[in-house]
């Protein structure tokens, strides 16, 4: 049973930084390429940030680009979201999914997400 538990969402003020978690089980972990997304509400699902089976290519889209830092942990069977200098465009619910590289169609398997709310 395939399954992706992300966590570590919350409040927090502009400029401010947060670390989400996914977790994952039910497969083998290092063999797929790994995606954060996010949605904005009356917002298309937005792609962030992608990471290689080893960890050692990521993608970054423009928008992230130099605040966000993916990374992931195969013994733990555990991929990061690094949040830093958070802006409230950033507020959505942020989603972990399994394979592809980039884009939403290549996934298979997606987290139930986990709300990031940035505002003063």
């Known amino acids: 049973q395939v399954q992706l538990v992300e966590s570590g969402g919350g409040l927090v003020q502009p400029g401010g930084s947060l670390t989400l978690s996914c977790i994952a089980s039910g497969f083998a972990f290092d063999t797929y390429n790994m995606n954060w997304f996010r949605q904005a509400p009356g917002k298309e699902r937005q792609f962030v940030a992608a990471i290689s089976r080893s960890g050692g290519t990521t993608l970054y889209a423009n928008s992230v680009k130099g605040r966000f830092t993916c990374s992931r942990d195969n013994a733990k069977n555990t991929v990061h979201l690094q949040m830093k200098s958070l802006k409230p465009e950033d507020t959505a619910v942020y989603y972990c999914?399994?394979?592809?590289?980039?884009?939403?169609?290549?996934?298979?398997?997606w987290g139930q997400g986990t709300q990031v709310t940035v505002s003063s």
């Open positions: 999914a399994r394979g592809g590289w980039g884009q939403a169609t290549g996934a298979d398997y």
